[in-house]
T-cell receptor, first 113, second 112 residues
Framework: DAKTTQPPSMDCAEGRAANLPCNHS???????VYWYRQIHSQGPQYIIH???NNETNEMASLIITEDRKSSTLILPHATLRDTAVYYC??????????????FGQGTELSVKP | GAVVSQHPSWVICKSGTSVKIECRSL??????MFWYRQFPKQSLMLMAT?????????EQGVEKDKFLINHASLTLSTLTVTSAHPEDSSFYIC????????FGQGTRLTVV
């Protein structure tokens, strides 16, 4: 699976959009971009994933560049409860090996009042 | 989304004893589950892949005789930490997947 690079930490004001970048320059054609987050002392929570098109769900939007070498997770209106470590993971999708994830260090997002 | 449940949420045990952690997929069948370990201020580290009806596959550096994994049914995998020592104290997390992975809430193990 391709390696990802994320900033170690970011701050965001409550109510503003949080934009979390991820570089994955060695991504292969059949690899998806997945985002998870981990709130302190809990298991990771799935947020969103995509292959090449931008994706949106009730939690977030995922913007993937045309060359697929980077992506941005957008939390449109961050709340204090969005404070967590956000992990960007690249892997081949659609198999029962989907739980085999290699976690990097992630981005620690702090949402401040 | 799918639900994966772990039990117990936390456990304290004495050095030398064994501890069993259960991981259940509540609303789907999982032929494969995964076990992770997380130390404070660090990321999750994959320990092993649990395969229903067959032996688990361990990552390099993980002692298979110390971390016993059993996946006896399509909804249950167990991790037993044998002869636990204080350095085994950690946060243990399981996952199972349909198309994306769902994680249990984690088990905080403290060995005293």
């Amino acid at each position: 699976d391709a390696k990802t690079t994320q900033p170690p930490s970011m701050d965001c004001a409550e109510g503003r959009a949080a934009n979390l970048p991820c570089n994955h320059s060695t991504i292969s054609g059949n690899e998806y971009v997945y985002w998870y987050r981990q709130i302190h002392s809990q298991g990771p929570q799935y947020i969103i994933h995509g292959l090449k098109n931008n994706e949106t769900n009730e939690m977030a939007s995922l913007i993937i560049t045309e060359d697929r070498k980077s992506s941005t997770l957008i939390l449109p209106h961050a709340t204090l409860r969005d404070t967590a470590v956000y992990y960007c993971i690249v892997r081949v999708g659609g198999s029962n090996q989907g739980g085999k994830l290699i976690f990097g260090q992630g981005t620690e997002l702090s949402v401040k009042p | 989304g799918a639900v994966v449940s772990q039990h117990p949420s936390w456990v304290i045990c004495k050095s030398g004893t064994s501890v069993k952690i259960e991981c259940r997929s509540l609303d789907f069948q999982a032929t494969t589950m995964f076990w992770y370990r997380q130390f404070p201020k660090q990321s999750l580290m994959l320990m092993a892949t649990s395969n229903e009806g067959s032996k688990a596959t361990y990552e390099q550096g993980v002692e298979k005789d110390k971390f016993l994994i059993n996946h006896a049914s399509l909804t249950l995998s167990t991790l037993t930490v044998t002869s636990a020592h204080p350095e085994d104290s950690s946060f243990y997390i399981c996952s199972a997947s349909q198309h994306e992975a769902f994680f249990g809430q984690g088990t905080r193990l403290t060995v005293v």
